[in-house]
């Protein structure tokens, strides 16, 4: 006995719920504690969730075709459809967004603090609780201007997890959104169960 694809479909969008959703309340977590380990295993979970999100709706877009349709169930199904669009499309920025921002290179010089005040001395900077090697202390460091500069940087950086949580956490509330709309279409339509 084949498996009918429309069934690929609920097996699917668990995952990427599951996923987004606790990566999510993982980045919150690092963020509050300034674990940097922490915020890269966010990272992972977005990126996975992202994906898996990509195939859910490759799947749900397979089961709209071939799953029996239902026509009070149409405009739910569109509804659930468009709502999959916004959050997988939302989902992918932010990835490329995280991903933009994992591999920077020169997102690790944020705070120099010194070792001593002369030039050549070991430079350090400080990022979300641990300490990076930036490099060695030079004369525009001294004169306060790359200080400054530095700080700036930081702040720049932590403003942009801000927004980034705050993006994650309305992607995550289309995420719902797009949830429940799936399941009115099962549980008040009876969209793809067999009767």
Same mark, same amino acid.
């Given at each position: 006995?084949?498996?009918?694809w ?9 995952f990427?719920?599951? #996923? =987004?959703?606790? &990566?999510? !309340?993982?980045?919150?977590? @690092?963020?509050?504690?300034? *674990?940097?380990?922490?915020?890269d +295993?966010?990272?992972? #979970? =977005?990126?996975? &969730?992202t !994906?898996?999100?990509?195939? @859910?709706?490759?799947?749900? *877009?397979l089961?709209?075709?071939t +799953?029996p349709?239902?026509?009070s169930?149409?405009r ?8 999959a669009f916004?959050?997988?499309?939302i989902f992918?920025?932010l ?6 921002a994992f591999?920077q ?9 010194m ?5 050549g001395?070991?430079?350090s ?16 460091s ?10 700036g940087?930081?702040r720049?950086?932590?403003?942009d ?9 309305i992607a ?5 959104s ?5 399941g ?8 793809g169960?067999?009767?």
């Amino acid at each position: 006995m084949a498996i009918p694809w429309w069934l690929f479909h609920p097996v699917a969008v668990h995952f990427p719920i599951a #996923l =987004l959703s606790i &990566g999510l !309340l993982t980045g919150v977590w @690092a963020r509050a504690r300034r *674990l940097n380990w922490f915020f890269d +295993a966010a990272t992972g #979970l =977005l990126w996975l &969730g992202t !994906l898996l999100a990509l195939a @859910a709706m490759g799947s749900g *877009l397979l089961a709209e075709e071939t +799953a029996p349709h239902i026509p009070s169930a149409w405009r739910t199904i569109e509804t659930h459809e468009e709502l999959a669009f916004w959050t997988v499309g939302i989902f992918v920025c932010l990835s490329i967004w995280r991903y933009a921002a994992f591999y920077q290179s020169d997102s690790l010089s944020c705070i120099p603090t010194m070792a001593g005040h002369s030039s050549g001395h070991d430079v350090s900077a400080e990022y979300r609780g641990e300490r990076y090697p930036t490099g060695k202390l030079s004369s525009e460091s001294r004169s306060g201007e790359g200080i400054r500069a530095a700080r700036g940087r930081l702040r720049a950086l932590a403003a942009d997890e801000r927004i980034f949580l705050a993006g994650w956490l309305i992607a995550c509330a289309l995420l719902s959104s797009t949830a429940y709309f799936g399941g009115e279409l099962v549980y008040r339509h009876g969209m793809g169960v067999a009767r």
